[in-house]
T-cell receptor
Framework: DSGVTQTPKHLITATGQRVTLRCSPR?????VYWYQQSLDQGLQFLIQ???????AKGNILERFSAQQFPDLHSELNLSSLELGDSALYFC?????????????FGEGSRLTVL | GENVEQHPSTLSVQEGDSAVIKCTYS??????FPWYKQELGKGPQLIID?????GEKKDQRIAVTLNKTAKHFSLHITETQPEDSAVYFC??????????????FGSGTRLQVQP
């Protein structure tokens, strides 16, 4: 158990809809990262937050947004969903402030867009 | 930005044999290279990492080598066991300045250890 909790584990929705994925980092970790893992693809970095502030941005679509709340949990919002958004979305947390250090991943939220 | 290429995409070995997975990276400023193992239905987990001031690091049956000149690094697993079967990801990270903060992952290698 990594200590990172993601909900929901599975989500099925239709094209055009909007969903919110939730992540609770390990106790004490200030950094939260979101990654997308599509079929037969590696982990694509979406966005990083550190103590409530956006710290780095990857290939995140404009239809996607995220935030980190004062209690350090984070939400990833995916809107106007397309079939190609079907993927496993991972949240990871880290305690380091300089560099990434070890990332602790949750078990992921599997999104299926029909 | 950083680009990490990983080979092979699948690897099948007999129990007890060695397995080698190779990665190349594009950003010469990258200085941190971790390897993650992802078992079925779980999130990736760090198994070993190496920083640019070191050429090799070993932890029991696992070792990582780094060639900064050639910009490639490799994972070596010796005496493989069935529980080593998983997907392995390499990654690279640059220094803490704009655009280089997050890990860039390779596309993964599915390792199958045959009993």
């Amino acid at each position: 158990d990594s200590g990172v909790t993601q909900t929901p584990k599975h989500l099925i929705t239709a094209t055009g809809q909007r969903v919110t994925l939730r992540c609770s980092p390990r106790s004490g970790d200030l950094s939260v990262y979101w990654y997308q893992q599509s079929l037969d693809q590696g982990l694509q970095f979406l966005i990083q937050y550190y103590n409530g502030e956006e710290r780095a941005k990857g290939n995140i679509l404009e239809r996607f947004s995220a935030q980190q709340f004062p209690d350090l949990h984070s939400e990833l919002n995916l809107s106007s969903l397309e079939l190609g958004d079907s993927a496993l979305y991972f949240c990871a947390s880290s305690s380091t402030t300089l560099g990434t250090g070890e990332l602790f991943f949750g078990e992921g939220s599997r999104l299926t867009v029909l | 930005g950083e680009n990490v290429e990983q080979h092979p995409s699948t690897l099948s070995v007999q129990e007890g044999d060695s397995a080698v997975i190779k990665c190349t990276y594009s950003d010469s400023a990258s200085n941190y290279f971790p390897w993650y193992k992802q078992e079925l239905g779980k999130g990736p987990q760090l198994i070993i990492d190496i920083r640019s001031n070191v050429g090799e690091k070993k932890d029991q049956r696992i070792a990582v080598t780094l060639n900064k000149t050639a910009k490639h690094f490799s994972l070596h697993i010796t005496e493989t066991q069935p529980e080593d079967s998983a997907v392995y990801f390499c990654a690279a990270e640059g220094p803490r300045d704009t655009g280089r903060r997050a890990l860039t992952f390779g596309s993964g290698t599915r390792l199958q250890v045959q009993p």
